[in-house]
């Protein structure tokens, strides 16, 4: 574990870059670095700004790397990065189940109450449900990936840094395409949001690409895994695995189960990554998809990114035993908040944080790539995305030359994606 002054020093020296992007970096302009060193390694004061965090800790499925993500960073933007404007970040976290419209809205009510200026999508598949209640009280929706495709599917109060969901099957498909794989078999829990994003977009996108895509489902609650698995098999796929993960253990327990019932062709793991150690030398050739460099990547990675993922490991290993995509790509969305923020200093009300961050162009995200959020249809920030394989080190690369652009023909026939 890196000690808490080394992680200091450590944030101190890549605030400077963090903050104003990588520009700032590679500038001689010794003034604009020296006033960001002012007030980078620097403890927040002032009244405490509080963020609201949809927190997936209730229901059947929990992803308690959310939490550890969030705390990771905001100790980072309180301790190091001298918080958002100088003022710390009061986190409120409220637990949601993913699969009851009930349970966010009881959470955007008691955000509205205490007072929030600002609330962070912790991958919550019922999202939608708390908008109305958000738009009328002027409290912005901000985060990576909408997994609620009604949530992506308009720009209105949200903010997301990330790519919609849209680009990662997109994206995903094109890379198998280009692999020369024709066939396709992934499952998803089955829910009215995973229903849509099926039936509106999979199979027929995988018909424009001439990829056989077969879409199913199981249930959100104690799925049988060796069933899922056989279902799988039985369709003989090119590739076969899961069109998104609602945590690190379904994928490990599919990708087992996969492997006992003897299917010898690709595992598709969505953006988990412990099923590698588990599997150890039988999860070579599996792939990934991911908005952000990983960092079981960390070594293939441009140098920002390397910095980065240093810089949030120090924070994260403190933080809690949970380090897997979820903890990275919320540290990542709260540092864009900071720096987004900061940059523009923006004042910190609901309505002002979501016009300063919707206005940002050009701007170099934590772990990601420069993006620009001022799409007037959608509430994505961009539409890269990353694919990984596994190699037989078990460490991941990028498939091509980095990041993917989904066919922007085939995005704009989808609502918010472009």
């Given at each position: 574990?890196?000690?808490?002054?080394?992680?200091?020093?450590?944030?101190?020296?890549?605030?400077?870059?963090?903050?104003?992007?990588?520009?700032?970096?590679?500038?001689?302009?010794?003034?604009?670095?020296?006033?960001?060193?002012?007030?980078?390694?620097?403890?927040?004061?002032?009244?405490?700004?509080?963020?609201?965090?949809?927190?997936?800790?209730?229901?059947?499925?929990?992803?308690?790397?959310?939490?550890?993500?969030?705390?990771?960073?905001?100790?980072?933007?309180?301790?190091?990065?001298?918080?958002?404007?100088?003022?710390?970040?009061?986190?409120?976290?409220?637990?949601?189940?993913?699969?009851?419209?009930?349970?966010?809205?009881?959470?955007?009510?008691?955000?509205?109450?205490?007072?929030?200026?600002?609330?962070?999508?912790?991958?919550?598949?019922?999202?939608?449900?708390?908008?109305?209640?958000?738009?009328?009280?002027?409290?912005?929706?901000?985060?990576?990936?909408?997994?609620?495709?009604?949530?992506?599917?308009?720009?209105?109060?949200?903010?997301?840094?990330?790519?919609?969901?849209?680009?990662?099957?997109?994206?995903?498909?094109?890379?198998?395409?280009?692999?020369?794989?024709?066939?396709?078999?992934?499952?998803?829990?089955?829910?009215?949001?995973?229903?849509?994003?099926?039936?509106?977009?999979?199979?027929?996108?995988?018909?424009?690409?001439?990829?056989?895509?077969?879409?199913?489902?199981?249930?959100?609650?104690?799925?049988?895994?060796?069933?899922?698995?056989?279902?799988?098999?039985?369709?003989?796929?090119?590739?076969?695995?899961?069109?998104?993960?609602?945590?690190?253990?379904?994928?490990?327990?599919?990708?087992?189960?996969?492997?006992?019932?003897?299917?010898?062709?690709?595992?598709?793991?969505?953006?988990?990554?412990?099923?590698?150690?588990?599997?150890g030398a039988k999860a070579e050739g599996a792939q990934m998809?991911?908005?952000?460099?990983?960092?079981?990547?960390?070594?293939?990675?441009?140098?920002?990114?390397?910095?980065?993922?240093?810089?949030?490991?120090?924070?994260?290993?403190?933080?809690?035993?949970?380090?897997?995509?979820?903890?990275?790509?919320?540290?990542?969305?709260?540092?864009?908040?900071?720096n987004g923020l900061n940059t523009a200093k923006s004042e910190?009300?609901?309505?002002?944080?979501?016009?300063?961050?919707?206005?940002?162009?050009?701007?170099?995200?934590?772990?990601?790539?420069?993006?620009?959020?001022?799409?007037?249809?959608?509430?994505?920030?961009?539409?890269?995305?990353?694919?990984?394989?596994?190699?037989?080190?078990?460490?991941?690369?990028?498939?091509?030359?980095?990041?993917?652009?989904?066919?922007?023909?085939?995005?704009?026939?989808?609502?918010?994606?472009?």
């Amino acid at each position: 574990m890196r000690t808490r002054s080394g992680r200091i020093l450590a944030a101190a020296a890549a605030s400077v870059c963090l903050v104003v992007g990588l520009a700032a970096c590679s500038s001689d302009d010794d003034s604009s670095s020296s006033d960001t060193a002012a007030e980078s390694g620097t403890q927040a004061s002032g009244a405490p700004v509080k963020i609201g965090l949809f927190d997936p800790t209730a229901g059947p499925v929990t992803n308690p790397g959310v939490g550890v993500g969030a705390d990771a960073a905001v100790d980072y933007i309180n301790n190091s990065l001298g918080g958002l404007n100088g003022q710390p970040i009061d986190l409120v976290k409220c637990a949601v189940d993913g699969t009851s419209p009930e349970s966010t809205i009881g959470c955007a009510n008691q955000f509205v109450q205490g007072g929030v200026v600002a609330t962070v999508d912790g991958y919550n598949t019922t999202s939608s449900a708390a908008l109305p209640i958000l738009e009328s009280a002027g409290i912005p929706m901000i985060g990576q990936i909408p997994f609620d495709s009604v949530t992506g599917s308009r720009p209105d109060n949200r903010v997301y840094f990330a790519a919609p969901q849209a680009s990662f099957l997109i994206g995903a498909l094109q890379s198998f395409q280009s692999q020369g794989k024709k066939s396709v078999t992934l499952v998803v829990a089955d829910l009215p949001a995973t229903h849509q994003t099926i039936d509106m977009i999979l199979g027929p996108v995988g018909q424009q690409m001439g990829v056989d895509v077969k879409g199913l489902y199981y249930p959100p609650a104690n799925p049988n895994f060796t069933a899922v698995a056989t279902a799988i098999q039985n369709t003989n796929p090119d590739v076969g695995g899961l069109m998104a993960a609602p945590d690190e253990a379904t994928c490990t327990k599919l990708s087992q189960s996969l492997d006992s019932v003897g299917y010898q062709g690709t595992q598709f793991m969505a953006a988990c990554t412990d099923f590698i150690e588990v599997l150890g030398a039988k999860a070579e050739g599996a792939q990934m998809y991911s908005p952000i460099w990983m960092y079981q990547a960390k070594d293939a990675a441009p140098q920002l990114a390397q910095e980065q993922l240093e810089l949030a490991e120090g924070y994260i290993t403190d933080a809690g035993d949970t380090a897997d995509f979820y903890t990275y790509s919320t540290f990542a969305t709260f540092a864009n908040i900071a720096n987004g923020l900061n940059t523009a200093k923006s004042e910190l009300t609901g309505p002002a944080i979501l016009a300063t961050l919707k206005g940002l162009t050009d701007f170099q995200s934590f772990l990601g790539p420069v993006v620009s959020c001022n799409k007037p249809t959608s509430p994505n920030c961009t539409t890269q995305m990353l694919m990984y394989e596994v190699g037989s080190d078990q460490t991941i690369k990028p498939l091509g030359d980095g990041y993917i652009t989904p066919n922007p023909q085939i995005m704009a026939m989808i609502p918010g994606a472009t």
